[in-house]
């Protein structure tokens, strides 16, 4: 494709600040517009769960802001179709030569039985504001959910000294599969940190006075966080030209060109074929919607770059870091390794190479972590599941 001379973003999370930001570093002097259903400039997702929420008084913003750059930004405007060479939106067509489609994740919702009020959830800036005034002194916290999420949102409720429990069928999906005395440890975390923690069955839906479980019982709490991941927000693609898998995830190709010419994706609600897993992929992480979104700036204007990362993510959480990088199956036999900095390691491999590591307390753990497992890299090394 030739350098378009004009280019639509929808979204203004990482991944469509990113690319608005990229094209321009990268001498794109065409006409660049951001449009986000959001009524805020671009900001970042992380420090709401753990800095936001916990009271900190910090401003999320991402820089440097689009409009220094000549870009124009378009709040509380939500792209409702798309055609060839055309964004229809709340407020109008944008016509563009290329566009990216950056629409992120939704909250997923937990049901609410007979009118029962809806559980919060924490995704946006205006959740995170919102629910920071509900952690007060002594209030019951219920958090559906234990995983990265839940977990920060039980760290911040805790500290705000509210009586906080957490409960899920599992630690999620980034802790499938660790050692046992990983687990123990991580479930020590919340001991440690007064927060009952309960695994092993599901919260089926809200009450009038807290949630009913899947084991018929009932636990009452005075709010209710859902922290059960998320949904792309792709409802409004149905039936354009822009392919979706069954889940909603917008699928590219592995230079992130959606199925209509000139289309490119980025961020949380992409799907893509990665040669490193031999599979579809999709992410949820930062540094996945950063990397994507520089790509997909770089091939919008002729490059023709693959994306296929190891996948990264961390969390802050009960008083500890995670870091996690690669991806590990459940039958790859794990190691665990003391640093002597303090932190810990564990280290799964196949076939003696490694597939991923987790560092507990050991973010120095990290770069070397990614340097062993790009030497380990193989496309025969299957995903987690
Ligand atoms: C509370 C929280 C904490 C997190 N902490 C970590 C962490 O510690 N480590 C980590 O690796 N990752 C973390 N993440 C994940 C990380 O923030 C996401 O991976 C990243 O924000 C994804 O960026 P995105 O641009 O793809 O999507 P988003 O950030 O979701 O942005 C998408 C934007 O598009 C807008 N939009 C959606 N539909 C439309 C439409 N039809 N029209 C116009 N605009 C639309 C949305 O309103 C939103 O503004 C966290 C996420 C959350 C919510």
Not at 295 to 304: S, V
Not at 354 to 383: F, K, M, S, Y
């Amino acid at each position: 494709m030739t350098r378009p001379d004009s280019v639509v973003v929808v979204g203004g999370g990482l991944a469509g600040h990113t690319v608005a930001v990229t094209l321009r570093s990268c001498g794109f002097h065409g006409r660049l517009t951001v449009i986000t259903q959001e009524s805020t400039d671009p900001y970042d997702r992380p420090p709401l769960s753990k800095d936001l929420l916990a009271g900190e008084p910090i401003q999320p913003t991402l820089s440097p802001h689009l409009a220094d750059l000549g870009i124009e930004l378009h709040t509380a405007t939500a792209a409702v179709g798309i055609r060839p060479h055309e964004i229809l939106t709340t407020a109008g067509r944008f016509p563009f030569e290329a566009a990216l489609l950056a629409p992120g994740l939704r909250a997923r919702r937990l049901p609410s039985g007979h009118g029962a009020p809806a559980a919060n959830v924490l995704r946006s800036l205006e959740d995170a504001v919102g629910l920071r005034t509900e952690l007060t002194t002594g209030r019951r916290v219920l958090i559906v959910g234990a995983g990265l999420i839940g977990a920060e949102v039980a760290t911040a409720a805790a500290a705000a000294g509210c009586r906080v429990s957490v409960i899920g069928p599992d630690l999620g999906p980034a802790l499938a599969a660790v050692p046992d005395s990983v687990h123990d440890e991580i479930r020590g975390w919340y001991d440690d940190c007064g927060i009952r923690l309960t695994t092993g069955v599901q919260v089926l839906e809200t009450t009038h006075d807290g949630v009913l479980l899947s084991d018929s019982s009932r636990r009452a709490a005075d709010l209710v966080i859902a922290a059960i991941g998320g949904a792309p927000a792709t409802a409004w693609l149905h039936g354009s030209p822009i392919g979706l898998d069954p889940a909603g995830f917008i699928t590219t190709d592995e230079h992130l060109r959606t199925d209509l010419p000139g289309v490119y994706a980025a961020g949380d609600a992409i799907a893509w074929p990665s040669a490193r897993y031999g599979r579809a992929m999709h992410l949820e992480h930062w540094h996945h919607a950063a990397d994507s979104a520089q790509i997909a700036a770089r091939n919008i204007l002729g490059a023709n770059e693959t994306y296929d990362p190891l996948p990264y993510f961390w969390s802050h959480q009960l008083g500890h870091s995670l870091h996690y990088i690669g991806r590990h199956g459940r039958a790859d036999p794990a190691e665990i390794r003391s640093d002597t900095r303090s932190g810990r390691a564990v280290t799964w491999t196949r076939g003696g190479r490694p597939t991923a590591v987790l560092a507990l307390d050991a973010p120095h753990l990290v770069r070397r972590a990614r340097a062993a497992l790009q030497a380990a890299d193989r496309p025969e090394i299957g995903a987690m599941q």
